[in-house]
T-cell receptor
Framework: DAKTTQPNSMESNEEEPVHLPCNHS???????IHWYRQLPSQGPEYVIH???SNVNNRMASLAIAEDRKSSTLILHRATLRDAAVYYC????????????FGKGTHLIIQP | NAGVTQTPKFRILKIGQSMTLQCTQD?????MYWYRQDPGMGLKLIYY???????DKGEVPNGYNVSRSTTEDFPLRLELAAPSQTSVYFC?????????????FGPGTRLTVT
């Protein structure tokens, strides 16, 4: 699995956009980039994934660098409920070997 | 759908005791997983299953056993509990035919071994 580097923590204000970076310089050509988040005392939940093109869904946007060695998860208007640990996970998918979670980024939202 | 359910939510075990953590999903997913999460760390894969009757070891299987007799259930067994097994345990499932797979996680079981 590709090694990832994420900031340990980030802080943002409510109702402002948040950009969460992830470096994955050893990513393989077939790896999708997945983002999960974990709210306090809960199991992880899927946020978004992508391969090469930028992706949008109701929760967030994912911007992927042209060389695919980094990506950025964008929360367009953070709410207090977005306070969580965010994990960036490159994975080829379709396999049975689970996901490799690093320590992620602890996102703190100030009211 | 209830999704992925886990019981119990909390448990305290004495060293050497045994217990089974239950996991059930009602989404007809073939793939199921057990992870553990130590404080301040990410999740580590213990065991996984690609379907009924098929299980395999993940990154940290020592001290655990699993079985998969039905599509819905994937229990995790601790035979001789040790303090190193104090952790939060998460069960997850995913559809078989997703090339990219979204894993659905249960709420977790917080286990303390003293």
């Amino acid at each position: 699995d590709a090694k990832t580097t994420q900031p340990n923590s980030m802080e943002s204000n409510e109702e402002e956009p948040v950009h969460l970076p992830c470096n994955h310089s050893t990513i393989s050509g077939t790896d999708y980039i997945h983002w999960y988040r974990q709210l306090p005392s809960q199991g992880p939940e899927y946020v978004i994934h992508g391969l090469t093109s930028n992706v949008n869904n109701r929760m967030a946007s994912l911007a992927i660098a042209e060389d695919r060695k980094s990506s950025t998860l964008i929360l367009h208007r953070a709410t207090l409920r977005d306070a969580a640990v965010y994990y960036c996970i490159p994975s080829s998918g379709g396999g049975a070997d689970g996901l490799t979670f690093g320590k992620g980024t602890h996102l703190i939202i100030q009211p | 759908n209830a999704g992925v359910t886990q019981t119990p939510k909390f448990r305290i075990l004495k060293i050497g005791q045994s217990m089974t953590l239950q996991c059930t999903q009602d989404m007809n997913h073939n793939y199921m997983y057990w992870y553990r999460q130590d404080p301040g760390m990410g999740l580590k894969l213990i065991y996984y299953s690609v379907g009924a009757g098929i299980t395999d070891k993940g990154e940290v299987p020592n001290g655990y056993n699993v079985s998969r007799s039905t599509t819905e259930d994937f229990p995790l067994r601790l035979e001789l509990a040790a303090p190193s097994q104090t952790s939060v345990y998460f069960c997850a499932s995913t559809p078989r035919d997703s090339y990219y797979y979204e894993q659905y996680f249960g709420p977790g079981t917080r286990l303390t071994v003293t």
